[in-house]
Nanobody
């Protein structure tokens, strides 16, 4: 079992920045992948960014060059630095951790609201 707690969301003007944090209840160094997803009202949840245990990251095209995902294994925390925020980035952002226990199991946080005003 892994508990994930997101923080750092809020209200920001277009062009501003926020940094989201996802703190895990157990060491993350062995987790194959951790990621950030978002869900806007009336839309399906989408992958925003993910990072492997080796540090390789991938991003959805709409955030490439603006968002950066990173992981601090010493703090059991994954971050999402979001710059040049736009109103279309408004959503609830969720953290997901993959744990390998014979098979891959996904754990989710409760989400944090990000609202970008124009």
């Amino acid at each position: 079992q892994v508990r994930l707690v997101e923080s750092g969301g809020g209200l920001v003007q277009a062009g501003g920045s926020l940094r989201l944090s996802c703190a895990a209840s157990r060491p993350i160094f062995s987790m194959p992948s951790m990621g950030w997803y978002r869900q806007a009202p009336g839309k399906t949840r989408e992958l925003v960014a993910a990072i492997t245990s080796g540090g390789s990251a991938n991003y959805v095209d709409s955030v490439t060059g603006r968002f950066t995902i990173s992981r601090d294994n010493a703090k059991n925390t994954v971050y999402l630095q979001m710059n040049s925020l736009q109103p279309e980035d408004t959503a609830v952002y969720f953290c997901k951790a993959q744990v390998l226990v014979g098979k891959l199991i996904d754990y989710w946080g409760q989400g944090t609201q990000v609202t970008v005003s124009s």
